[in-house]
């Protein structure tokens, strides 16, 4: 039998003190808010996260392909000067959505993510189920496809370690990411917020290094005449993905101190710093050197060599197998605990509900874990990308949704909910019968 997690409640209700301060809500959304059952706002015992550690974790698992290859590919091939429109269209399109998990996020503290959220709006089991299983796919095959990428920079790197020719880099990686957080929490934030200044901190050099060898002739022309408009936005579709990663932060909001308030910020403040990093790269890497000169499958490592700055070409390849890897550990942290969450509705079985002593979801962590190697090792790079896009942009629509549904009241709220219980199956899909045909060949090939 399905358990309820999240139920609608009104405004009085326990954990309503939790709700955000600053501008008063409108009446209308007032009456319609979200919580969680149970006194205490939805929190786990020793709630742990605050929001740094959320705003590097969105840091962590969004910037990685988005500078270190998106960005040399679009300019080179789409977009010429203009990469820096196509990345800020792109992390527009993100900004538009994470309002929608920002709104939800204010009102439902769940671990679930959009699944969460479809429960808590009532959008009935057939959404749910989507939901749930797009946000399996997403951190699943998001964090394979990730560590497939990795894999192959390490081995075109070909540092001569014998074991590599046996034992599949990617694999190894989803491997030591499940590894990691079975070790806990304590590891966990270590890792993450190590792994993001040193990523911060690589990325800063190469914008501050690119910068150095500006010359505005490199500009002209801004939108070069073969790309034209319809390049910039080729190129901000491809972007897009290297936006993706911001919405890992949800997942966390019951092991968040004051989840309500922190999760939303932690939305917002993370996609500022991973789009205004992305961007400010973007500009770097084209004022540095003509885009046309690129190699689009080495950016930053090809700007590099072209300019005579072997140490930095030498510092970015060595830098980016380094920080790369925190990227698919994002993917992977939220999937254990939606796992567990699905395991308490009874949508998978019981004992994946478990948590060990200190509250972490063992068994689905590693669960989710060894699935994720499995893809890793077995499914081709651009299946899981495919699959992987579609699937994310489900998320997006359902988010979207949700917090629509969730505004309105009685007869409309009620019509709307039978509408979308068969446009979001539906659209799902067509967005799957789809995906090969737009977004094979895009994004991060190896
Ligand atoms: N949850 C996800 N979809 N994660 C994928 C993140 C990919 C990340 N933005 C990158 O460019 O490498």
Redesign the pocket.
């Given at each position: 039998m399905l358990r309820a997690h999240v139920m609608l409640a009104p405004r009085a209700a326990p954990g309503a003190a939790l709700l955000p301060r600053g501008p008063r809500p409108s009446p209308r959304r007032r009456r319609a808010d979200l919580v969680p059952r149970g006194a205490d706002g939805g929190e786990r015992r020793g709630a742990r996260y605050g929001l740094a550690d959320l705003v590097a974790l969105s840091v962590a698992?969004?910037?990685?392909?988005?500078v270190f290859s998106?960005a040399g590919r679009v300019a080179s091939q789409e977009a010429g000067p203009a990469v820096v429109l196509s990345l800020g269209i792109g992390a527009m399109g993100c900004l538009l959505s994470a309002t929608a998990y920002a709104e939800l996020a204010s009102r439902v503290v769940a671990a679930g993510s959009v699944y969460a959220y479809a429960q808590a709006t009532g959008l009935g089991r057939s959404a749910m189920a989507v939901a749930a299983l797009c946000l399996i796919v997403?951190?699943s095959w998001?964090c394979a496809?990730?560590s497939v990428d990795w894999s192959g920079k390490l081995l075109r790197a070909d540092f001569g370690l014998p074991f590599l020719q046996v034992l599949d880099p990617a694999v190894l990686l989803v491997l030591f990411c499940t590894g990691l957080l079975i070790n806990g929490t304590k590891a966990s934030r270590l890792f993450t917020n190590v792994s993001t200044v040193a990523k911060v901190g690589l990325i800063l050099f190469l914008i501050a290094t690119a910068l150095m060898a500006f010359d505005a002739k490199n500009l002209q022309p801004f939108i070069p005449e073969e790309y034209g408009i319809s390049g910039i936005l080729r190129g901000a579709i491809d972007s897009f993905?290297?936006?993706?990663?911001f919405?890992?932060v949800c997942a966390l909001a019951l092991d968040t101190k004051d989840a309500r308030r922190v999760v939303p910020n932690a939305l917002f403040l993370g996609l500022f710093v991973s789009g205004g990093l992305t961007c400010l790269a973007g500009f770097a890497l084209v004022s540095a050197v003509p885009a046309s000169r690129l190699d689009p499958a080495a950016g930053f490592v090809s700007a590099f060599e072209i300019l005579g700055n072997d140490f930095a070409a030498a510092v970015v390849t060595v830098g980016e197998l380094l920080v790369?890897p925190v990227?698919a550990f994002?993917?992977l942290l939220p999937l254990g605990r939606l796992l567990c969450c699905l395991a308490e509705d009874g949508f998978l079985p019981a004992p994946l509900a478990r948590r060990d002593a200190s509250d972490e979801p063992l068994l689905a962590t590693l669960l989710g874990g060894a699935a994720t190697a499995i893809c890793a090792g077995l499914v081709p790079f651009e299946d899981l990308n495919d699959i992987?896009s579609a699937a994310?942009l489900s998320c997006f629509i359902l988010a979207s949704v949700s917090a629509v549904v969730s505004r309105q009241e009685g007869a409309l709220q009620e019509q709307l909910r039978g509408l979308l219980a068969v446009f979001v199956p539906c659209t799902f899909f067509c967005l799957l019968l789809l995906s090969p045909r737009w977004t094979t060949d895009t994004a991060?090939a190896p």
């Open positions: 698992s969004t910037v990685g392909s988005g998106l997403e951190y998001s496809a990730v993905f290297g936006f993706l990663g919405d890992a790369l990227v994002g993917c992987c994310v991060l």
